[in-house]
């Protein structure tokens, strides 16, 4: 997949095992220090920065934050630290960091660092699916605003009642009030619809168009395109070539 490039301002141990986890899907580049000249260099051409927050100690890291935050604003930055507690996650959102990961949960990275890459490449809109969020209660027009902006990330309904602060009975009971469909079926329907837009528009691969989409395999990923579409992603790359090509 090649993603490009990422810096990772960490020690040795902690980025060879952020390598490990990634594979080749990222590229990755190790700074281990807050040298500002080699920052700036390689910053120039990164798509983000993964900082490792030390002894699950924001105060430690605050320097370095504020100053990539102020010399590196349009750059998205993801938070690894050993736990990650209420009080940690609202002090990384304070200063700035657009996402944090627990040390133990690298796995949930790559689609995180996809959705931050190509958030301001590709972008999916609720009207799209004829739901105009602003109409709804309060609720869910915030389930609704999380879901449009992390749907890649998001894979359960526990995750978005948690994102709201509700239980997935009353949100689930939410969106049925309204008569909008399921938040999972939306969750997917999104996903499948943006994966339809990378087929169009990125020249992907399968594999890459699902992973890029929040699935985490090929197989779950033609099960809910064949649910949508009635065909399977493969089939509907041959009929989209069909037509650019008459």
């Known amino acids: 997949m090649g993603i490009k490039s990422w810096l990772v301002l960490s020690n040795q141990t902690i980025f060879a095992e952020i390598q490990r986890v990634l594979h080749e899907d990222v590229e990755l580049v190790n700074i281990n220090s807050l040298d500002k000249s080699i920052i700036r260099h390689n910053a120039k051409s990164a798509n983000g920065i993964i900082i490792y927050i030390s002894d699950n100690c924001i105060d430690s890291n605050i320097d370095q934050i504020i100053y990539l935050k102020t010399n590196f604003s349009m750059i998205p930055i993801v938070g690894v630290c050993n736990l990650v507690e209420l009080d940690s996650i609202r002090e990384c959102g304070k200063l700035g960091i657009d996402k944090i990961f627990p040390y133990s949960n690298l796995s949930k990275l790559l689609p995180t660092l996809i959705e931050l890459t190509?958030?301001?490449?590709?972008?999916?809109?609720?009207?799209?699916?004829?739901?105009?969020?602003?109409i709804y209660s309060h609720l869910l027009q915030k389930a609704l605003k999380i879901i449009e902006k992390h749907f890649i990330s998001l894979v359960t309904v526990k995750e978005i009642s948690s994102l709201v602060g509700v239980k997935q009975e009353v949100l689930s009971r939410e969106f049925k009030k309204y008569n909008l469909t399921t938040p999972k079926k939306l969750l997917?329907?999104?996903?499948?619809?943006?994966?339809?837009?990378?087929?169009?528009?990125?020249?992907?691969?399968?594999?890459?168009?699902?992973?890029?989409?929040?699935?985490?395999?090929?197989?779950?990923?033609?099960?809910?395109?064949?649910?949508?579409?009635?065909?399977?992603?493969?089939?509907?790359?041959?009929?989209?070539a069909l037509k650019q090509y008459y």
């Open 118 to 134: 190509n958030l301001k490449i590709l972008e999916i809109s609720l009207k799209e699916f004829g739901i105009d969020i602003n």
């Open 188 to 240: 997917i329907q999104i996903k499948i619809k943006y994966a339809t837009q990378l087929m169009h528009n990125h020249g992907l691969n399968l594999s890459e168009v699902a992973y890029a989409s929040g699935f985490s395999d090929l197989k779950r990923f033609n099960e809910c395109f064949h649910r949508i579409y009635n065909c399977s992603p493969s089939n509907y790359l041959d009929n989209l």
